[in-house]
């Protein structure tokens, strides 16, 4: 079992940045491809941004490529996603998922303009 826990979420204008953590429990945590996901009111949840275990190699969605950048420390068993340049569509509840299993409980970022 996995557990993962984000945090980092808040309120900020636009232009500003945030970095969400996603800390998680697990010995084998370093070999997980991590992905972050956002949900915004009314609309599906999608993909931001991933980190594979194997390699460290980062990918992204075209719509923060340029503006995240998802990183991992592996001897604190978390992943990072810093967020710079955030607009109003990035308020959404972001939720990091592991192994395409485990899911955390969200922290919500919402932006102001």
């Known amino acids: 079992q996995v557990q993962l826990v984000e945090s980092g979420g808040g309120l900020v204008q636009a232009g500003g940045s945030l970095r969400l953590s996603c800390a998680a429990s697990?010995?084998?945590?370093?070999?997980?491809?991590i992905n972050w996901y956002r949900q915004a009111p009314g609309k599906e949840r999608e993909f931001v941004a991933g980190i594979r275990g194997s390699d460290g190699y980062t990918y992204y969605a075209d719509s923060v490529k340029g503006r995240f950048t998802v990183s991992r420390d592996n001897a604190k068993n978390t992943v990072y996603l810093q967020m710079n340049s955030l607009k109003p569509e990035d308020t959404a509840i972001y939720y990091c998922n592991a192994a395409g299993a485990y899911w955390g409980q969200g922290t919500q970022v919402t932006v102001s303009s």
């Open positions: 697990g010995r084998t945590f370093s070999s997980y491809n």
